[in-house]
């Protein structure tokens, strides 16, 4: 039955249990939970955030890295192509200065004007490289050279012009006194280390480029790992937080799964569970248990009538008072519908489980503030221990179960204890009770008719319909096998409305001025829909409202006064009159009598009976009729067994009265077949 871990504290050394109190706050509402859905949506919902912030940092890292990457690769590929180009423009300008040099010196040594011709066509291959070369170095090299060679190249290109003239006009040796003077050798020296200079700033310049480009790819790289990190310990944080959201949302969804929402009370679930833990610590530690299961009364009438949030606020002050009278450390929990159970401690005082029912029974008659009106409703209690009774929870529950049965069959707002002798009378009782729910769509439930009959004429003038249960294996049933059992698991209404609808068929063949008379249950008084009910059955059959008489005891006015002339005044405006039946034996008070308008009252058979023997039911029968008379409602004896009986009353002035004197309850069919066209009934 059970099904969640929830389990209320326990505590070793209790305070004693405090007084009842005489009411609790209509608004208790008990603690508010979200629903399950809600909390796992909440902390799925954080833990998709923290994923896709976690991947989006991951997708922006990765796009940095990609990035930088790229970067560093063009990069790097720039810095060595420069690099390259430099070595390449440094060797090819060495080589070309080489070729420039030796073809001046052969035109000079052997005096052919073809190597003049050879360093003229070399000479813009120099140049071009030179350019390619101021190209690739560095502002200060570039400036350094240029110092260094402006003077020098100008001198060493008048010296090699004036030696080439030379060597053209047939004079080589003047060619030769020119390049072998210390002027052109200092010039083409210098000229040359500029150039060497030149070459090696430039293959310099390039090779740092690459390492400044290696070191700053060294740098980003280091920065988008220390993000990387860094991100991962973001995520490793988030994650870790949506796992205790995840856990929490656990917790709560136990909780929830444990938890009865509308009275913020342990649930079933969580009751089996703490049952389970203190039986199995009150069998290790030899102690004693008590199971109270409570019921409450009346409730199903609250919802028929104020409607269910109604009947919800009772449940939820119903789960206040039990908290405020429970010990600490007791379990208590709303077992379903109407009922609660509360487990004790009963190790220290077994008698206090019954001053504790006792304190419950009192505060649950308390009334209970609905705003626009008050309510009473009462509980019954049904209580069974460990280890006497059972040693198990589901035993111990079904039988504080078969005591509470039993306490209902008693009176309600009972306490009883289990008895082994209760199993078998609770399963002859539910046995019952399934036979009645059966039999009523069954038609099992036959009306039995009792003829009203007018005193001064012996005419009829009326019948009681009385209900009478063909059971299929039993027989005929009177009223007292079924009644008690009928209205104690609220089934008196539903047999009441099919009882009436087999009267209506059953008296199609009855004289039409006769009336029909039944008796209603205190519950059904409570009942809103009793009165469109009540109609649409006679409408069924063609049956004039105004020949039923409702009656209805005294009980159901103390139940609920508000109640009973709410409905009250419905039945009178539909048409129906009402009877007060069994006048004398209860309350009697007059309050009734002036504030509901009854249309008859009904004097009960006990001072009828005793009207020879006891001149005290002489006088009470005087005092009712005199006061119907004064209120100008009429009086019907019930219980008329002899002539003389009947004479009495009619000399007393009772204007009607039933009873075996008149006829026996029979099928509307055998009442016919007695009448034989005559009136009155002879008694059988």
């Known amino acids: 039955m059970l099904a969640s871990r929830h389990i209320l504290p326990e505590s070793s050394s209790l305070p004693p249990y405090p007084h009842a109190p005489k009411a609790a706050p209509a608004d208790s509402t008990g603690p508010l939970l979200l629903p399950a859905a809600s909390i796992v949506e909440q902390a799925m919902a954080h833990a998709r955030r923290a994923i896709a912030l976690s991947l989006a940092g991951a997708a922006i890292l990765l796009l940095a890295v990609l990035a930088e990457r790229w970067w560093f690769d063009a990069a790097q590929r720039e810095a060595t192509q420069r690099h390259a180009a430099a070595l390449r423009v440094a060797g090819e300008l060495r080589l070309a200065d080489e070729r420039l040099t030796a073809a001046a010196q052969l035109a000079v040594l052997t005096g052919q004007s073809g190597w003049v011709d050879r360093f003229d066509r070399d000479l813009p291959r120099f140049e071009a490289l030179l350019a390619q070369a ?99 310990g973001g995520l490793a944080r988030r994650l870790a937080g949506s796992r205790a959201r995840l856990q929490q949302a656990e917790a709560r969804v136990q909780a929830l799964a444990a938890t009865d929402l509308l009275t913020g009370l342990p649930n079933r679930a969580a009751l089996h569970d703490a049952m389970a833990k203190a039986l199995a610590q009150a069998t290790r530690a030899g102690g004693r248990l008590a199971v109270l299961l409570i019921d409450l009364d009346r409730f199903k009438p609250i919802n028929d009538r104020y409607g269910h949030g109604a009947g919800d606020q009772v449940l939820r002050t119903v789960g206040e008072r039990l908290r405020m009278l429970l010990r600490q450390g007791d379990t208590r929990a ?75 069959g008693d009176a309600r707002g009972g306490i009883c ?44 003038v009326g019948v009681e319909v009385l209900a ?14 079924f009644i008690g059992v009928a209205e104690a698991t609220g089934l008196i209404g539903p047999l009441t409305l099919a009882l009436l609808d087999r009267a209506c068929r059953d008296t199609a063949a009855l004289p039409p001025e006769w009336r029909l008379s039944i008796n209603l249950a205190p519950d059904q008084m409570l009942d809103d829909s009793l009165a469109p ?33 709410k409905v009250t005044a419905a039945l009178k405006a539909a048409g129906f009159t009402v009877t007060l039946d069994d006048f004398g034996t209860g309350y009697s008070s ?13 004097i009960d058979r006990s001072f009828i009976r005793t009207l020879r023997d006891r001149p005290e039911s002489a006088k009470v029968v005087e005092a009712i009729i005199g006061l119907s008379r004064s209120l100008g409602v009429s009086t019907v004896a019930e219980g008329i067994e002899d002539a003389c009986d009947a004479a009495r009353l009619r000399a007393m002035g009772c204007p009607l009265g039933q009873g075996y004197h008149f006829g026996r309850p029979a099928p509307a069919g055998e009442l016919l077949a007695r009448l034989h066209g005559r009136q009155p009934v002879d008694a059988t």
Not at 173 to 178: K, P, T
Not at 357 to 369: N, T, V
Not at 420 to 449: H, T, W
Not at 595 to 600: G, N, P, S
């Open 590 to 602: 007059l309050a009734y009598l002036a504030e509901l308008a009854f249309d008859r009252i009904k």
């Open 468 to 481: 009478r249960w063909q059971h299929p294996k039993r027989g005929l049933l009177p009223p007292s096998a």
């Open 533 to 565: 009910q009540l109609a649409a059955i006679l409408g069924e059959h063609g049956v004039a409202a105004s020949r039923l008489d409702l009656e209805l005891t005294e009980t159901a006015l103390v139940r609920d006064t508000g109640a009973a002339r």
């Open 417 to 460: 204890f289990y008895d082994p002798g209760l199993d078998e009378q609770v399963a002859e009782r539910a046995a019952l009770e399934q036979s009645i729910r059966d039999g009523i769509p069954r038609g099992e439930f036959i009306p039995y008719l009792q003829p009203v009959v007018e005193l001064t004429s012996d005419r009829i």
């Open 134 to 232: 101021r190209a690739l170095a560095p502002g200060e090299a570039l400036e350094r050279f240029g110092l260094a060679t402006r003077s020098a190249g100008e001198e060493l290109e008048d010296m090699r012009l004036a030696a080439f003239e030379a060597v053209v006009v047939g004079s080589p040796e003047v060619a030769r006194s020119i390049f072998e003077g210390d002027r052109y050798r200092a010039k083409t020296a210098l000229l040359r280390q500029a150039i060497d200079d030149f070459a090696q700033s430039t293959v310099a310049a390039a090779q740092r480029e690459l390492e400044r480009v290696r070191s700053r790819n060294a740098l980003i790289a280091s920065t988008l790992l220390l993000a990387a990190l860094v991100l991962a």
């Open 334 to 408: 709303r077992y379903g519908g109407d009922e609660f159970v509360i487990l004790v401690d009963e190790s220290e005082d077994a008698s206090a489980t019954r001053h504790l029912a006792e304190r419950i029974a009192d505060s649950l008659r308390q009334p209970i503030d609905l705003g626009p009106a008050s309510v009473n409703i009462g509980a019954t209690v049904g209580i069974a221990r460990f280890p006497e009774d059972a040693r198990e929870a589901d035993d111990l529950l079904r039988k504080a179960d078969s005591a509470l049965y039993r306490a209902k």
